[in-house]
């Protein structure tokens, strides 16, 4: 069965960093795009970050770039979203979500954003809140 576990969320101030960890299970982790998203109250879920588990390919939401990086472990199907310099308007619930397609960063760096829908299965997220 398919499990991510998202984890590493907390309450920081403003300009603080984070460390996100989604841990995968169920399925062959390096075929795979893992995705990070996040929906705050009253606001779309919205793609922040991904990568391709197959060859590292990355993308980044314009409103993230130069303040969070993700990568992957994938010797232990984990994907990591470092989170820097965070500002109140990055509060949210973080999710990840895998894709058994490979070239999921590559699509969203064409089309300029990455879709919800395009993510098969999905973990429970972690909060993040950035006070000021």
């Known amino acids: 069965d398919v499990q991510l576990q998202a984890s590493g969320g907390g309450l920081v101030q403003a300009g603080g960093s984070l460390r996100l960890s989604c841990v995968a299970s169920?399925?062959?982790?390096?075929?795979?795009?893992i995705g990070w998203f996040r929906q705050a109250p009253g606001k779309e879920r919205e793609g922040v970050s991904c990568?391709?588990?197959?060859?590292?390919?990355?993308w980044y939401a314009e409103s993230v770039k130069g303040r969070f990086t993700i990568s992957s472990d994938n010797a232990e199907k984990t994907v990591y979203l470092r989170v820097n310099n965070l500002k109140p308007e990055d509060t949210a619930v973080y999710y990840c979500?895998?894709?058994?397609?490979?070239?999921?960063?590559?699509?969203?760096?064409?089309?300029?954003?990455?879709?919800?829908?395009?993510?098969?299965?999905w973990g429970q997220g972690t909060q993040v809140t950035v006070s000021s």
């Open positions: 979500a895998a894709t058994d397609n490979q070239y999921g960063p590559n699509n969203a760096n064409l089309m300029g954003v990455l879709y919800p829908y395009e993510y098969l299965y």
């Open positions: 169920g399925f062959t982790f390096d075929t795979y795009s």
């Open positions: 990568i391709s588990a197959s060859d590292g390919t990355t």
